[in-house]
């Protein structure tokens, strides 16, 4: 997998990422951008975790209020 994933990462600039995995040591020279832009979308991944845990609720609660 591996094979895979580093030329593809070093080609959408997550240099840092692939550096980790082929076995570097991580530094704490990181593009500022770098990090903000991978947190980005790690929450934003999350966040449509979260949204589409709840909408099965959402819509359950949305069946009530009406016969109500």
Do not use: Q
């Amino acid at each position: 997998m591996t094979s895979f994933l580093l030329p593809w990462l070093r080609a959408r600039g997550h240099a840092v990422l692939a550096s980790l995995m082929d076995g570097h040591d991580y530094t704490d020279d990181v593009a500022d951008d770098d990090v903000t832009c991978g947190l980005d979308r790690i929450l934003d991944g999350i966040g449509m975790v979260v949204a589409e845990k709840r909408a099965p609720e959402r819509a359950a609660r949305g069946r009530r209020g009406a016969r109500e």
